[in-house]
């Protein structure tokens, strides 16, 4: 505190602090705004060292997010296409009032409706949103405009871990225990997160645990920043995380470093997971995942005689077409050993999204609703129904996942699209199709503060504010319940999302569901309400108690409730009977394995200086410096197996589509795999090359691996 209290006095008198929390990932790093009080505009950002969490760090994004707020690119008014011919480019816009934009786009939508049917409208959302406004974006899609087909990107980000938790807990919480608790711990076993630079403010805890005397394991088939400090890299082949995870369990329950009275009390499953993960062993779990078996070997050494020990994973295993599947099978390592329902042991995700935790519990998903509700459940329904003064007969039923909704959309049935906080012409796998998918549409409409790819595909652009120019409540990565605060006024004429949905909705003739939403506190009220008694129950987090406590880990029942640190201290799970589930999961391999045509496995990720689509950290200039293009990386021997020298241009192909890239020679890369960060657009994007083969469970793409070939072009060295 006497750190940041000497920062402040050295401020010039017409400046101020503006306590809030990062635009981007799950850590959501405490900082303050400095805004000149005579201009009303952020000039700057400062750590706040107080905060828990983070404790005063910030990566590269983070320094430099409030350059978005005041950036030239922004939107400022109203945009209307009309030059249709020029749909899917930047071109053919004109400004217009919000009047002209919110008649066309209600006409449209009406239109739509009335001849094709409540459902030939679509919504798809995000969570870079406050939990006010994707609660709205919810209850706007099934109140205001009737359509059980709303979906969002977490869908591409967080939805295996969440099916993964539900099925095995019986509740999602990206983390059992809180992030203070990680440094304490004697183990840390990090599955498919390069964790350095998309988490990298966790780092110092990490480091602390090696300084201790503990250990640490990373899986990965690249060798990342993390895992060159690991004690032990299992540099696994993609997609053959589920081989590996049985293959520990199979040898925590050989060696003895079980806790049986644990698992009889608290667990359903064992012996049929015992019995399924005996032809795991070391030497056949090796032949799947490529990792030498004594490696297999000490992992389960390490793991399971550790005193604590927290299993931790990311996208890596999660964007997978058994991503589900990967996340309970690490799962059975916490609960076989006990190591869970106790401080400094548990089980973690490393949330992608500013707001991946609560913009997934309160009904953007299309099957659920507020509070984790789900659609399905006639009380859950009702309960909902109840705060929203409508019937459950006016209630849509659940919809499809994101990527099934661009199959509507190509087929007809989705004519209509309401498009906000995402960017799937970049972030969807197989774009080609996804992105034709859009242009077909009859009309879109896109709210946005940046002209993205995906608005290039739109009928009508609204200019949404950025993070700093609203307030609200965002969950993060330990499912703590933090408070964003405005620090400046909206630029130019933009509007808050949940501003533009209760206009809208008083323009479709459903206002009196809306029009008493005046402010962002009156959604906060509303949405807490609407949580209350659900799995996810934020009733008890007041923006006050938040404000007091440095943020309140949910569930949080009522006013006295603190809200809940530790998840299942109780050893109570969330299933009917209280136990927790170890699951029995057999292997299956990546759904498109090499061949002769596409001889290597290609997978994606993100680097320390880009946020998601790279819609934002694109138009800082000096994230873009830093990272100004996409790369392939390549390992030496397979670069000179296709005769190809550092920094040569490629082509990359997959059976979906082809790329150019500049090759990135290192060794820190399994050789039958190469790996392109996914943060461009346009005709730079590897999502042109990805597979969209969905996880039956989370419909989660199978970003993280499908066959791939390079092709040496002509032209060899970058000039």
Request: charge should be neutral.
């Amino acid at each position: 505190m006497q750190k940041a209290k000497h920062i402040e006095n050295l401020h010039h008198p017409n400046e101020k602090l503006v306590k809030t929390h990062c635009s981007y990932c799950g850590m959501q790093c405490g900082m303050n705004l400095r805004v000149n009080t005579k201009t009303n505009q952020i000039i700057g950002v400062e750590p706040r060292y107080e905060w828990p969490v983070t404790n005063g760090k910030m990566c590269p994004k983070g320094v430099t997010a409030y350059q978005q707020v005041n950036h030239k690119d922004r939107i400022l008014k109203p945009l209307i296409r009309d030059d249709q011919s020029l749909k899917g480019t930047k071109d053919g816009f004109r400004e217009a009032t919000w009047e002209e934009a919110y008649s066309l786009i209600v006409a449209n939508f009406q239109k739509l409706q009335q001849e094709y049917g409540k459902d030939s409208l679509g919504v798809f959302s995000g969570v870079s949103m406050t939990n006010e406004k994707c609660y709205l974006t919810g209850k706007f899609a099934r109140v205001a405009l009737g359509t059980r087909y709303i979906d969002y990107n977490g869908r591409f980000c967080m939805s295996s871990a969440a099916g993964g938790f539900m099925r095995t807990f019986g509740v999602d919480r990206g983390s059992t225990l809180p992030w203070s608790d990680i440094n304490e711990t004697d183990c840390l076993f990090i599955a498919g997160s390069n964790t350095a630079e998309c988490h990298p403010t966790s780092m110092f805890r990490i480091w602390a645990v090696q300084e201790r005397g503990g250990y640490l394991i990373v899986v990965d088939p690249r060798e990342t920043p993390i895992a060159r400090r690991a004690d032990l890299h299992l540099d696994i082949r993609p997609g053959t995380d589920l081989a590996l995870a049985n293959g520990i369990v199979n040898l925590l329950i050989q060696n003895g470093h079980i806790d049986q009275d644990f698992i009889d009390k608290h667990t359903n499953g064992f012996e049929e997971t015992m019995e399924l993960v005996k032809e795991f062993t070391p030497e056949y779990t090796s032949e799947i995942t490529g990792v030498a078996p004594e490696k297999i070997i000490r992992a389960a050494e390490l793991y399971g005689k550790a005193p604590n020990a927290v299993v931790m994973f990311a996208r890596g295993i999660e964007q997978q077409h058994k991503g589900v599947d990967n996340v309970s099978a690490y799962s059975n390592m916490a609960l076989v050993t006990g190591k869970i329902g106790r401080p400094k042991s548990g089980v973690a995700t490393f949330t992608g999204q500013g707001n991946g935790q609560g913009g997934r519990e309160h009904g953007q998903k299309a099957d659920a609703l507020p509070g984790y509700r789900k659609i399905a459940n006639p009380q859950h329904v009702k309960e909902v129904c109840d705060v929203w003064g409508i019937t459950p007969e006016e209630m849509p039923q659940a919809g499809v996942s994101a990527y099934e909704m661009f199959e509507l959309m190509d087929q007809k049935v989705i004519r209509g699209l309401y498009l906000l906080c995402s960017n799937p012409a970049v972030s969807a796998p197989n774009l080609n199709f996804v992105r034709k998918a859009m242009k077909d549409l009859d009309f879109m409409v896109c709210s946005d503060f940046y002209l993205s790819e995906s608005a290039e595909f739109a009928d009508v652009i609204l200019p949404a504010t950025t993070w700093a120019e609203d307030e609200g409540t965002v969950t993060n990565i330990e499912g703590r319940i933090i408070k964003i605060n405005k620090a400046q006024e909206p630029l130019g004429e933009s509007k808050t999302d949940w501003e533009m949905q209760v206009e809208l909705a008083e323009r479709l003739g459903r206002g009196k569901y809306f029009s008493h939403l005046k402010t962002a506190k009156d959604v906060g009220d509303e949405f807490r309400l609407a949580t209350k008694g659900g799995y996810a129950d934020y009733y008890g987090a007041t923006w006050d108690k938040i404000e007091k406590q440095d943020g309140v880990f949910w569930p949080c029942k009522d006013a006295e409730d603190e809200g809940t640190p530790h998840m299942f201290l109780d050893k109570q799970f969330y299933h009917p009977d209280k136990k927790a589930k170890i699951c029995a999961l057999p292997y299956r391999p990546p759904a498109e394995e090499p061949c002769a045509e596409y001889p290597l496995r290609l997978t994606t990720g993100r680097v320390v200086y880009h946020y998601l689509s790279g819609n934002q950290t694109r138009r800082i200039q000096f994230l873009l410096d830093m990272c100004p293009e996409p790369y392939v990386e390549v390992h030496p021997e397979t670069a000179a197996k296709y005769n190809i020298q550092h920094e040569e241009y490629i082509r990359l192909y997959t059976r979906r589509g082809e790329a150019k890239y500049k090759v990135k020679i290192t060794e820190a890369i399994r050789k039958d795999t190469v790996f392109v960060p996914y943060h461009f657009g346009h005709d730079d994007s590897i999502n042109l090359l990805t597979i969209a083969a969905l996880d039956p469970m989370s419909r989660m793409p199978e970003f993280k691996a499908c066959a791939a070939q390079i092709v040496k072009l002509e032209t060899k060295k970058v000039q």
